[in-house]
Nanobody, 130 residues
Framework: QVRVVESGGGLVQAGGSLRLSCAAS????????MSWFRQGPGKEREFVGATTWSGGNVYSGYLADSVAGRFTISRGNAKNTVGLQMNSVKPEDTAVYYC????????????????????WGQGTQVTVSS
């Protein structure tokens, strides 16, 4: 049974930093795509960032335009973890952040699509105060 668990959410002031972590268990996640999505108040769940397997121990990271330059995404050495470092946060970053895992290496036409992911965490709340 696959389990996905997020941690690290909280309250942060605008311009501050926060790091989210996600750990998955129940499978071997080497070739899985592991990503972050978020859902703000009254909004649809949207893509934030993805990590995809490039072969060996190498993973590629991709970020949505809205967070590129402020957030970084990284895959852990154990391959079943993914982190999201959030810098220079803005009030519009306020959302529940979800970690998701897909059992394949998703390409550029797929990794941002919610329907491609089979496994989701419960989410962690991030609130940015102005």
């Amino acid at each position: 049974q696959v389990r996905v668990v997020e941690s690290g959410g909280g309250l942060v002031q605008a311009g501050g930093s926060l790091r989210l972590s996600c750990a998955a268990s129940g499978r071997t996640f080497t070739t899985y795509t592991m990503s972050w999505f978020r859902q703000g108040p009254g909004k649809e769940r949207e893509f934030v960032g993805a990590t995809t397997w490039s072969g060996g121990n190498v993973y590629s990271g991709y970020l949505a335009d809205s967070v590129a330059g402020r957030f970084t995404i990284s895959r852990g050495n154990a391959k079943n973890t993914v982190g999201l470092q959030m810098n220079s946060v803005k009030p519009e970053d306020t959302a529940v952040y979800y970690c998701a895992a897909a059992p394949s290496t998703l390409g550029s036409g797929s990794y941002y699509k919610r329907d491609e992911y089979d496994y989701w965490g419960q989410g962690t709340q991030v609130t940015v105060s102005s």
